[in-house]
């Protein structure tokens, strides 16, 4: 097709939304005179009848209905295809708002934004630290970070880490005053330091694994927490046993400040997945979600 046979039909398409010549051509800036040659000519070329008129209105006729329906999804596309195009004109903007644990925000999403935001001044972020299960489109957030398998089913879920090893740790002087624990149901005659979750209001239960065999344990303690960082602090002072991410502890493991137990039935959970719903994102969050992408 020529590029004046397409400027043509274009003209015809917005003489049959605007179901008149008149506004049709204040909206293409032309005179009506010339608008109404060019739709002449288009039924020429067809040879068929594409608008009645009447001196009140213009309707498409059943031809024109019929193109119209060809005609208007290929030039939506195509004018989404000319904005996709414009976009790499532009420099990714705006604010991108992202729910989070807080060991996912120490240990993978800031490190990663410190690397990627220098580059883009225009894009700005926003953490907000929460263990419990956000509704991330009622919240008004951009995504989310949890464990894969908290992360809903209708969401579109992007990797962010590998798996991740847990640790349950004492301190020595807390083992002076109790046996170490040899089977996770153990626990339960043992002050244990919990995580406590802001949207169900419960307490975050220890999971373990052990040649398939899965046991959860609701433990008990003198403290419950909502930050993994005192429950870390609670445990090196000797008030009790953490179940933390193995990198949280591992230091204080190799120091001899911690002791880690039951690790023959510690498990790895699933790693951290960032998530959000499935819609177009905006430049700035798709540039985000691959920054933060696991690459393995």
Partial sequence: ?????????????????????????????????????????????????????????????????????TL?????????????????????????????????????????????????PEIAVEISLDYGLVDIVAERFDAGVRLG???????IAVRIAPDM?????????????????????NLVDHACLNLRLRTSGGLYPWAFEKRGREVNVHVRGPLVFNTIDLIKDASLAGFGLAYLPRDQVREHIDRGRLISVLEDWCPKLSGYHLYYPNRKPPAAFALVVEALRYKG
């Fill in 1 to 69: 097709m020529k590029r004046d046979e397409m400027a043509d039909l274009t003209a015809f398409v917005v003489v049959a939304e605007e179901r008149s010549f008149t506004k049709g051509a204040a909206k293409l800036g032309m005179s009506q005179s010339s608008l109404s040659q060019i739709v002449r000519r288009v039924e020429s070329r067809l040879g068929l009848r594409l608008l009645t008129r009447t001196t009140r209105s213009v309707a498409p006729t059943e031809a024109g209905e019929r193109l119209l329906r």
């Fill in 72 to 120: 208007v999804p290929a030039l939506e596309e195509l004018d989404a295809s000319l904005a996709a195009l414009g976009s790499l004109r532009e420099r990714p903007a705006g604010t991108v708002r992202i729910t989070s644990v807080e060991h996912a925000a120490k240990t993978v999403i800031w490190p990663k934004l410190v690397q990627l935001l220098p580059g883009f």
């Fill in 149 to 155: 398998e908290q992360v809903d089913k209708d969401m």
């Fill in 165 to 185: 090893p847990i640790a349950v740790v004492g301190s020595p002087s807390y083992f002076e005053r109790q046996a170490p624990p040899k089977t996770p149901q």
